[in-house]
C-alpha cells in the first residue's frame, strides 16, 4: 500500500471514530441508571432544550485552550470516481484546506466575553474537527463527542486531542455556556456558518485554535463502515464492563434488555455494535475514560486499514459516509493530502487528551456541572498538542520488535500498541518459547544508550523488572528486540506516557 493511500485511511479513519457520543438518557427503572457513575458524569437532556445563559463573571472562570476533532467526506454522494495511480513525488496546491480563519473572531462588545485567546501558531498544519452528535427525535441534539486532528501532510505527524462534552466556554453571541451546546445554538439563531460555524468560532475564541474544515456525524453510520470493513481489532489493554442492550435491535426502555458486559484485555475482534458500544458507553466510567476508548478503536481502525486493500473499497465506504456525514471537506480534497503523504503509521500519531489538571470540575450558580480550564498548564499541554515534535520524529525512526514469550494471547499485540502510543514504531514476531517469567530487552544499536533503553521499558512499566541485553548488530533491520514476559502488566493509560 503507497504511503499515500495511508495518509487517505488516516482521514478516513478519524470520520469513523467521531461517532462515540453519549448514549440517550435512559429511564431511571432502567438497571444501568443503577450503577454509581464518576462525579462529574452528566448526561445529557433528551430531547434538547437550550439551557438559559448563565450569568456568570468569565473573568475567573476563563482560564481554557482545548481542541477538537476533525473531518472529511461530502454530504452528497456522487457516483464513485474511480481513484487515479497515487505519484509520491507529486506536488499540488494545498492552499484551499488551509486556514480559513485569519484572526479569532473580534472581542465580544457585550460586556459579558472574555478577551480571545491568541491563535496558536500555525506550522503548516490542516485542522480538522470530527464531531459526534447525539442526533435523536427531531432536530434537536448535542455534539458530544469532540476531538481535534491536527495534520502536518509535508511531515507526516498528527496529533489527536479529545475535548470533554462539559468544558464551560464563552460562546460568542451565547454567553457561557458548555462546549457542546454551541453547534446547536448555531442552527437555531442563524449564526454565519451555522452550527459549525458557531462552534469553530467559539474554539477559536476560548481555545486558540484555528478549525479549517469540519465533519458532522451520527453514530448510526458509524456501525455500519465497521461492519464494511469486516469489524476492527482493538487492542483493549484494561477490561471495561458496563451495562449494555441484549441485542441492538431490542427496545432500549425494556430493563429487561439490559445486561452487564464486559470486554476483557487482549485483542478483541469488535463488530459495528461492540465497537461503536465500546466508544461511547460511560454508564460505569466517565467521559475521560471514554475519549481513551474512542482514540484507541480509532487507532485500531487505522492500524487495520493499513493491512488491507482499501482501494478498492472507497466507493463503498465513500457512500456509507456521505449519507451520514456533513462536511465542508470534498473527495478532491482529500486526494489531495493523499498526494501529500509520506510513510505514516500509528507511530506518527500523537493522542491527547484534556483532563484534570488542565480542567477542574466546578458547580455553575444554576446547578451545572460542568470543567472549568486552568489556563496556564492548559496553554502549554495544547501548545505541545498542536506543534511539531522533534524527539516524536526521533522516536519515530526507532524500530522495536516485540515478541509475546507468555501464553497470553495478544500481549506482543498490546505492547506494541503502547509502544506506538509513546511514539516508537513496531514490528511483531514470534518468541522462541513462551514461558519468559521476566521481560527481556535486546539492545542491537552500535550506541547501546542506557537512557534510550530505560525510556522504551519505562513506557511499558518495566523498568525494574526486565532483563536487558547487549548484542550490536549495524546491520539490524530493528533497533531492539523486546520480548514479553509475565513480568508485564497490560493495562495502562496512555495519557500518562510522555510524547
Known sequence: MTSSTRRFILLLTLLLASCGTAPASTPASLPFVLITAAPNASPTPTPFQPPLVEQVTPTSLYNIQVPTLEPFFPTTTPSPTPIPPIQPTATVDLSSLFPTLAAPPPPDTSGQGPTPEP????????????????????????TDTLVLAILWPKEGQASLISIPRDLWIYI???????????????????????GAGLLKDAIAYNLGIRIDHTALVDFSGFSRIINTLGGVDVPVSCPYTDWRLIDPSYDPTNPNNWQKYTVQSGVIHMDGDLALWYARSRQASNDFDRSRRQQEVLRAIFSQALQTNILTRIPQLYSDLSSTVTTDLSLADILKLALYAPKLTNANIRSYYIRPPYVTPWVTPGGA?????????????????????????????????????????????????????????T?????????????????????????????????????????????????????????????????????????
Open 119 to 142: 491563535l496558536l501558531p500555525n506550522n503548516d498544519s490542516v485542522n480538522f474537527l470530527l464531531i459526534g452528535s447525539d442526533l435523536r427525535n427531531g432536530n434537536s441534539f448535542r
Open 369 to 425: 456541572d460542568v470543567l472549568l480550564p486552568n489556563q496556564p498548564s492548559l496553554q502549554q499541554y495544547l501548545t505541545e498538542a498542536t506543534s511539531l515534535s522533534t524527539s516524536a520524529t526521533q522516536r519515530q525512526k526507532i524500530a522495536v520488535e516485540v515478541q509475546n514469550g507468555t501464553q497470553s494471547n495478544g500481549w506482543a499485540a498490546l505492547a506494541a500498541s503502547r509502544l506506538n502510543y509513546a511514539g516508537y514504531a
Open 172 to 194: 460568542p453571541t451565547i454567553g457561557m455556556q458548555r462546549i457542546n451546546t454551541a453547534y446547536e445554538y448555531g442552527n437555531m439563531d442563524n449564526y454565519a456558518g451555522g
Open 427 to 499: 514490528t511483531i514476531s514470534n518468541a522462541d518459547r513462551q514461558n519468559y517469567t521476566s521481560s527481556v530487552l535486546i539492545d542491537y544499536t552500535s550506541s547501546q544508550d542506557a537512557n534510550a533503553r530505560n525510556t522504551i521499558l519505562a513506557a511499558l512499566g518495566l523498568t525494574n523488572s526486565a532483563t536487558i541485553l547487549s548484542s550490536p548488530e549495524p546491520n539490524s533491520a530493528t533497533q531492539y528486540r523486546l520480548i514479553i514476559g509475565y513480568d508485564y502488566q497490560p493495562c495502562f493509560q496512555p495519557q500518562d506516557l510522555a510524547h
